[in-house]
């Protein structure tokens, strides 16, 4: 099936977030592993904990509103479609920033760079939960909002990547345009690239929500 092709070096990594124990955001990241180490539930919560452990250290929780919590955090090898799920068993762990949320919709981005041209070899993730005292007197993001995503990224990427067994932060790529052509075609194996830099702007984005709470 289109789409669903193994990466044999591939690790997926699922962050879901909630809002009053709703859930109502999730990130999705990739990371390669070039040891084709085996996956299991010790892999999930060792990732769950540094994730965890980068959310504070980063000082995001200090710009993430008190009421969205970092919820869950799910791992899984992609050497196979049928390769199940794992859940981090650590607890939720809640933001710090008081007063009122900002919209639903309003998110971060923090580009995932591998130091190579592209839409293939490049990457985002929307880091969501945001209170109103994440913005500048200008109405952009702050300098210090914008420093604690690009570090959460990073904080993650450095832990994970020292972790046992390491698992490098990457962009996967299933999809091509050939020399010459308008169409992309499917890679016969998804591309895994190793992320160099996670750097943050102060710019607002917006993310379209289902008008029903949750996902």
Not at 9 to 19: D, L, N, P
Not at 30 to 36: G, I, M, S
Not at 204 to 215: E, K, L, M, N, S
């Amino acid at each position: 099936m289109a789409g669903n092709l193994p990466a044999a070096r591939g690790v997926e990594v699922k962050i879901t977030w909630a809002f009053n124990g709703t859930p109502q955001a999730i990130n999705v990241l990739h990371f390669d592993n070039p040891t084709l180490a085996a996956i299991s539930q010790t892999t999930a919560n060792n990732i769950g904990t540094s994730i965890r452990t980068a959310f504070t250290s980063s000082a995001l929780a200090g710009q993430i509103h008190t009421g969205v919590t970092l919820s869950k955090v799910e791992v899984r090898g992609m050497s196979a479609a049928s390769n199940p799920w794992f859940t981090s068993t650590g607890a939720a762990v809640a933001g710090t920033a008081v007063g009122k949320p900002l919209p639903a919709a309003t998110a971060l981005v923090v580009s995932l760079k591998t130091g190579l041209r592209g839409r293939s070899y490049n990457g985002r993730c929307y880091i969501w939960g945001w209170a109103e005292t994440a913005n500048d007197t200008g109405g952009g993001a702050s300098t210090a909002a914008a420093a604690a995503a690009s570090k959460f990224l990073d904080d993650m990427k450095v832990s994970i990547g020292g972790g046992t067994p390491a698992l490098n932060l990457a962009v996967l790529s299933r999809w091509t345009t050939p020399p010459g052509g308008t169409e992309p075609v499917e890679r016969p194996e998804p591309v895994l690239t190793p992320v160099a830099s996670t750097p943050a702007d102060q710019r607002w984005d917006v993310q379209r929500r289902r008008a029903v709470p949750g996902i």
